[in-house]
């Protein structure tokens, strides 16, 4: 299943592969590209379908 799905602009989510990275937030969803602002690495693109992140709280409004 498409993991791009479950997210939305908004959801808090963690790279499981970069813990240093810390929580992020997503900002956008286009297709299997996710721009996520993390707290310890700022804003970065990513392209799902290589990466699982790791869901940690439903979506709320961007910071």
């Known amino acids: ?18 813990p240093d990275w810390g929580l992020g937030q997503v900002q956008s969803v286009i297709g299997s590209r996710v721009t996520v602002n993390f707290e310890e690495r700022g804003k970065l ?3 799902i379908r290589h990466l699982q992140l790791e869901i940690v709280g439903p979506p709320r409004p961007p910071r």
């Open 1 to 18: 299943m498409d993991g791009c799905l479950f997210l939305a602009p908004g959801t808090t989510v963690r790279n499981p592969r970069r």
């Open 45 to 47: 693109t990513l392209d």
